[in-house]
């Protein structure tokens, strides 16, 4: 059975800094692509980092590069979302996915909350 677990999130000021992880049971993270994603309060779901499984390369949305950082250790099977310069608009669960092929899988999310 998998197991996806994320943690970290907080409330902060706004310029401040959350590290975010997804940590798994049940899978090694270091085979799929392993996405964060977040959900505002009346707003649809939206991606915010990802990872690849082959070399580590990574992508982020215009909203959040510059700011946020994502990395894996593979020896904790554990993804991290480093975020910096925080900002109102940030405030939103926090989802890890992972993209194992045939089947996807969503941990229970984690708040982060950002005030001016």
């Known amino acids: 059975q998998v197991l996806v677990v994320e943690s970290g999130g907080g409330s902060v000021q706004a310029g401040g800094s959350l590290r975010l992880s997804c940590a798994a049971s049940?899978?090694?993270?270091?085979?799929?692509?392993i996405g964060w994603y977040r959900q505002a309060p009346g707003k649809g779901r939206e991606g915010v980092a990802c990872?690849?499984?082959?070399?580590?390369?990574?992508y982020y949305s215009s909203s959040v590069k510059g700011r946020f950082t994502i990395s894996r250790d593979n020896a904790k099977n554990t993804v991290y979302l480093q975020m910096n310069s925080l900002k109102p608009e940030d405030t939103a669960v926090y989802y890890c996915?992972?993209?194992?092929?045939?089947?996807?899988?969503w941990g229970q999310g984690t708040q982060v909350t950002v005030s001016s």
């Open positions: 049940g899978i090694t993270l270091d085979y799929y692509v």
């Open positions: 996915r992972i993209d194992a092929g045939l089947y996807t899988y």
């Open positions: 990872i690849s499984s082959s070399d580590g390369s990574t």
